[in-house]
């Protein structure tokens, strides 16, 4: 018997297995690109309407647009790429996701099983490739094995520490026949995720907490990807510490709460800097004290104090940083068992110690080191976000790239909800605001969406303006336009004597008319006063894509900042230049 | 300091190059690595030869365990354990060296498996220092080749690695 042709009347194409398996696991959209190896694929996509296909214009900004969708709903992002060039052209987006924990399931042609190897046409060694960038990654060498595999990619992408998870398909494959059987659990032995933290670690943790005189609460992406928001605002409230989130976990804790005390690291506010070093109980919740955040761990270490530390993976305990009370689980699970025992507890805060130490906060929050200095005429870019965040009341879906406006959108929109900001933070990838956008639109149809952008970025995946418009986003980019690569430039001032070496952005083009040959709106605003009339205009255009050119002043740099290899208290202030 | 550190893995396709890849992604040293399946096929069990501070071998083992593949890992040196490597020695067998090199062999308990004319392949079995020691013992210039696997590990008694 082969598996070539149908036995049965109940055997499919492996082909339509694959999209029998995605309507199981109520995949809503496909961000993908076709060629020939995913071609029996695509034959089937045809013939099914269970999920939408979002055909992109580059298989980068598939896999970025599933991720962003994944970042905004918690499902699983599904992208689909042929082999070869489209496998490659996937790597970015899956590298990007992965760094950031995203929840993906990557599905890639492969050329036929007999051609493998033989440096086929379009092939690539696509788990090769992938192995040090995806969370596990499988070749599927057998039609039976279809079905298996995909319930345990998404199992894998979804649990414990989520990540993306790459399955690649052989054309031939796609070809046989077998029967459909979707399992309907997983079991495997070398994977077993944990959930529950330990009690003792728990109770201990919460002992250190309620004992501290400076604490402090720093969580990360892991709290936004565990959906423990709600779980760690109850136990933040519940003692009145103050809290920081990392550029990964704004939106974790609200923003305009006043026990919020800002972003902290290399671009954090003094007060969240300053309170983070001083402390003397820290707890961190899903985040992984990297460079970014801590800079110079020695300089971290030099303070004394006692860090609890709650992550669902293990190797993120004691990585940077010695951890002196690790509780390892899903930090949903550990914030509500912490939240129960708080509530059953007799000791309470140190009322006199906490005061003493907001008073202590309230000091360094005087130094106000988010103010910049405005201007009439000018466009200051912090000013576009601060508006921006008016205009959409705090409620937008707020993408960015990566660089000087990834840090003030970080800095100024202020972030009351978790999945509302939505940009690369361990990778840095430039390119991946606008397919973000696309993620979070299509997630959230009726929400504002933003795309706060560079000229440099959004140039990296413009071509998604043609994607936008295919499937009528009514995204509105907020191009912050310095004629600079900003952050590069900021580094050369700072670091290399003002030598702008290739930091100049030439020959831009003409973006309102970029933005109208692909069908959208373009909008040039020159000036401050022009910014919050044109950001109402552009909201008030609900269904239509916005492409908003924001001239902005080129020497503006991003404060606070911590020097590479410096220590957080070591920050420069705007008012040190 | 040196540690080994044994693991069951399943036995697939590219589960030794996710283990290899893991060491050299993150700049981890790498002694030597031994690996084939066990008495159950679905398994592979490997040993790795490693060395770093404890912060290091604490992350090697925590990374380890994270992969998809491995089911079990355990560092050897947290208990008593026994240590074994194979290596095979061609040396010179002519003249005067004929006679040393069968007494050296002798002396730590090697095996002669192959005579030639001018030459002998010595099989010695012991821990990594013991084969060092055998190298350090014979004269240089007899040394015409020589191979070595890599050490496999086992814990004392009943510290048993299985799942």
């Given at each position: ?6 036995q049965?009347?109940?055997?499919i ?5 694959v ?12 961000f993908g690109?076709?060629?020939g ?29 599933a ?6 709903t918690?499902d699983?992002g ?12 996937a790597?970015?987006g ?9 929840p ?7 050329v ?5 190897g033989m440096?086929?046409f ?9 192995r040090p960038?995806?969370k596990?990654n499988?070749l599927?060498?057998d039609?039976?094995d ?8 998404f199992?894998?992408a979804?649990t ?7 399955v ?12 459909f059987e979707?399992?309907?659990t ?10 529950k933290?330990h009690?003792?670690?728990?109770k201990?943790?919460l002992k250190l907490l309620?004992e501290a005189?400076r ?15 709600a779980?760690?605002v ?5 003692l ?9 976990g704004?939106?974790?804790y609200?923003?305009?709460?006043n026990q919020?005390v800002?972003?902290?690291?290399m671009?954090?506010t003094y007060e969240?800097n300053?309170a983070?070093?001083?402390c003397?109980?820290l ?13 110079n ?13 709650i ?5 993120s305990?004691?990585k ?8 390892v ?22 009322a ?21 200095k405005?201007?009439s ?5 912090q000013?576009v976000?601060?508006?921006l965040?008016?205009?959409?009341k705090?409620?937008a879906y707020v ?8 840090m003030w959108?970080?800095?100024y929109y202020k972030?009351?909800k978790?999945?509302r900001w ?16 696309m ?11 933003a795309?706060?952008?560079g ?26 336009n310095?004629?600079?690569l900003?952050?590069v430039r900021?580094?050369?001032e700072?670091f290399y ?8 952005m030439?020959?831009?083009p003409?973006?309102?008319?970029l933005a ?5 709106i373009?909008?040039?605003?020159e000036k ?18 916005v492409f908003m050119?924001?001239i ?6 991003v404060f606070?900042m911590?020097p ?9 202030l705007?008012?040190d230049e | 300091m ?21 060491f050299?992604a ?11 399946p066990?008495?159950?096929a679905?398994?592979?069990?490997m ?6 501070s ?5 992350q090697?083992?925590k990374q ?9 890992v355990?560092?050897?040196n947290?208990?008593?354990h ?10 010179k067998a002519t003249?005067?060296f ?7 062999s002798?002396i ?10 001018g030459?002998?392949?010595i ?8 084969l060092?020691?055998?190298?350090e ?6 040394i015409l ?5 890599g ?8 510290r048993?690695l299985?799942?």
């Amino acid at each position: 018997m082969d598996d070539r042709t149908p036995q049965t009347t109940h055997q499919i194409s492996g082909a339509e297995i694959v999209i029998r398996c995605l309507q199981e696991e109520k995949v809503k959209f496909v961000f993908g690109y076709p060629g020939g190896a995913v071609l029996h694929i695509y034959d089937e996509i045809f013939k099914q309407d269970a999920f939408k296909h979002i055909l992109v214009r580059h298989e980068q900004a598939a896999v970025h647009a599933a991720d962003a969708y994944a970042r905004a709903t918690g499902d699983v992002g599904v992208a689909l790429v042929t082999s070869g060039p489209g496998a490659t052209n996937a790597v970015t987006g899956i590298a990007t996701a992965y760094m950031d924990s995203i929840p993906l399931v990557v599905i890639s042609g492969q050329v036929p099983t007999p051609a493998i190897g033989m440096d086929a046409f379009q092939e690539v060694d696509m788990v090769g490739i992938t192995r040090p960038c995806v969370k596990h990654n499988f070749l599927i060498k057998d039609v039976k094995d279809i079905a298996p595999t995909l319930k345990k990619a998404f199992y894998i992408a979804a649990t414990g520490r989520p990540g993306p998870v790459v399955v690649d398909i052989p054309k031939d494959i796609t070809a046989h026949f077998a029967k459909f059987e979707y399992p309907a659990t997983v079991e495997m032995r070398s994977y077993t995720p944990i959930m529950k933290g330990h009690s003792g670690q728990i109770k201990k943790a919460l002992k250190l907490l309620l004992e501290a005189k400076r604490p402090m609460i720093y969580t990360g992406g892991g709290l936004v990807l565990g959906d423990a928001s709600a779980e760690l605002v109850k136990l933040a409230r519940a003692l009145g510490y103050p809290v920081t989130n990392t550029l990964m976990g704004l939106g974790g804790y609200p923003a305009t709460n006043n026990q919020f005390v800002g972003m902290l690291g290399m671009h954090g506010t003094y007060e969240a800097n300053m309170a983070m070093q001083n402390c003397d109980v820290l707890l961190a919740v899903g985040a992984r004290f990297d460079d970014r955040v801590i800079g110079n761990p020695g300089h971290f270490y030099s303070k004394d104090r006692t860090i609890i530390h709650i992550d669902v993976d293990p190797s993120s305990i004691s990585k940077r940083v010695k951890i002196d009370v690790p509780i390892v689980g899903h930090v949903q699970s550990v914030l509500s068992e912490m939240n129960d025992l708080l509530i059953a507890e007799t000791r309470k805060p140190d009322a006199d110690a906490i005061k003493s130490w907001w008073e202590q906060i309230d000091l360094w929050r005087e130094k106000k080191s988010l103010v910049y200095k405005n201007d009439s005429q000018i466009i200051k870019p912090q000013y576009v976000v601060e508006k921006l965040w008016e205009v959409t009341k705090g409620d937008a879906y707020v993408t960015s790239d990566v660089g000087q406006h990834q840090m003030w959108a970080a800095q100024y929109y202020k972030f009351d909800k978790p999945r509302r900001w939505i940009n690369s933070g361990g990778l840095g990838t430039m390119g991946v605001g606008l397919p973000y956008a696309m993620g979070c639109q299509l997630a959230a149809p009726d929400a504002m969406v933003a795309c706060i952008t560079g000229e440099g970025s959004i140039q990296m995946n413009i071509q998604e303006l043609s994607t936008c418009h295919q499937f009528r986003l009514p995204i509105k980019v907020i191009l912050l336009n310095n004629r600079y690569l900003g952050m590069v430039r900021q580094w050369q001032e700072f670091f290399y004597e003002n030598r702008y070496s290739e930091s100049y952005m030439d020959s831009l083009p003409d973006f309102v008319k970029l933005a109208e040959s692909y069908g959208h709106i373009g909008m040039n605003i020159e000036k401050s006063a022009d910014v919050e009339g044109a950001l109402k205009e552009a909201f008030d255009m609900k269904d239509r894509f916005v492409f908003m050119n924001f001239i902005t002043d080129q020497k503006e740099n991003v404060f606070p900042m911590v020097p590479n290899g410096k220590g957080l208290s070591e920050m420069i202030l705007a008012g040190d230049e | 300091m040196k540690h080994i550190i044994s693991l069951l893995m399943e036995n697939e396709a590219g589960a030794l190059s996710r283990v290899a890849g893991l060491f050299s992604a993150r700049a981890y040293n790498i002694e030597s690595l031994t690996v084939a399946p066990t008495e159950d096929a679905t398994l592979s069990r490997m040993t790795i030869v490693t060395s770093g501070s404890d912060e290091v071998i604490e992350q090697i083992i925590k990374q380890l365990n994270k992969l998809v593949d491995v089911v079990k890992v355990l560092d050897l040196n947290d208990g008593r354990h026994i240590e074994r490597e194979l290596m095979l020695v061609k040396v010179k067998a002519t003249g005067p060296f004929r006679e040393e090199m069968k007494r050296m062999s002798d002396i730590f308990r090697g095996r002669i498996i192959d005579v030639a004319d001018g030459s002998y392949t010595i099989e010695v079995t012991g821990s990594c220092s013991k084969l060092d020691a055998f190298l350090e013992a014979l004269d240089k210039a007899a040394i015409l080749e020589t191979v070595r696997t890599g050490a496999s590990g086992i814990g004392r008694g009943d510290r048993i690695l299985k799942i």
